[in-house]
């Protein structure tokens, strides 16, 4: 049977894609040959990719927050036929000190960035193994390996998502499904306009909060150095590789930070090599 990396025609379901990666990836895939249902919630974002690949491309209207309604889209695109290449895209991200996010903020933040890939991937997997394999694709974050002051509930949901994915890689790997975590850096895809704040309060707003707020509210695109048509072109390319890697670290300030972050972990974990002995029971 024919995996998602020799097929000549291949059936992407891809959330978030109405503009950022999730739109080069769409945009890419339907130039390659493939065919892409897209899932947006602004029903005209894909109007000029509509007109140009006509039935290669579905649009779908989705809040990916509603499990009931991301049933009925992935249950109609099945319908259609067998579904390749899945991309968990959609996400956003609040800025702000933990203790001011709201309820609220904490729990659509979850629900955006972890709970609905979770779902999403768990709605795809039986057809995949019926098929004979697949592909799925995380959409994380240099953000899913390390930790930065103001995003902690993104962090939240991106070390979640990777975790969730990892063990689901191991779980279905014998059914030839093989999941990828893309981790991508600062990149011009209009996400610093798409943030989310938190109300300030005093004691944060001197400290290392105040300070990453303020540099991310006056940032423009010229401090975001990935280029999203390069980085669409990277995870399209993991679809056609047999082998594809777990993670797939893009960027040279996710390389910079995600390498500083282990070695500085597996130097506190080696610190503490002698204490993890001294708590086994006694021979």
Request: glycine content about 8%.
């Amino acid at each position: 049977m024919p995996t998602p990396c020799d097929k000549s025609e291949r059936h992407w379901f891809v959330t978030g894609a109405s503009d950022g990666l999730g739109r080069h990836l769409t945009e890419l895939a339907l130039r390659r040959g493939d065919r892409v249902t897209a899932t947006v919630r602004r029903p005209a974002a894909l109007e000029d990719l509509s007109e140009t690949y006509g039935d290669r491309l579905t649009v779908e209207i989705l809040d990916v927050t509603r499990p009931a309604d991301v049933d009925k889209v992935v249950g109609r695109t099945l319908q259609s036929g067998p579904v390749d290449i899945v991309v968990n895209n959609a996400g956003y991200a609040v800025v702000g000190a933990a203790e001011e996010m709201t309820v609220e903020q904490i729990r659509d933040q979850v629900e955006v960035l972890l709970l609905a890939p979770m779902l999403i991937t768990r709605a795809f997997l039986k057809p995949m193994r019926a098929q004979g394999g697949g592909r799925i694709i995380q959409i994380s974050s240099m953000g899913g390996q390390i930790g930065t002051p103001t995003h902690s509930s993104y962090h939240a949901g991106k070390w979640g998502l990777e975790g969730f994915t990892e063990s689901v890689s191991r779980e279905v790997s014998d059914f030839n499904i093989r999941l990828t975590l893309v981790e991508p850096g600062a990149t011009r895809t209009g996400f610093a306009s798409a943030l989310r704040y938190t109300t300030e309060t005093a004691p944060y707003r001197d400290n290392a909060v105040g300070q990453t707020r303020r540099y991310l509210e006056a940032a423009d695109d010229s401090v975001f150095t990935g280029d999203p048509a390069k980085l669409a072109v990277a995870v399209y390319d993991t679809t056609r590789d047999p082998n594809p890697p777990l993670r797939l670290a893009l960027g040279s300030d996710t390389y910079d930070a995600v390498h500083t972050a282990l070695t500085e972990r597996l130097t506190a974990l080696e610190s503490q090599r002698d204490l993890a002995v001294a708590v086994a029971f006694d021979r």
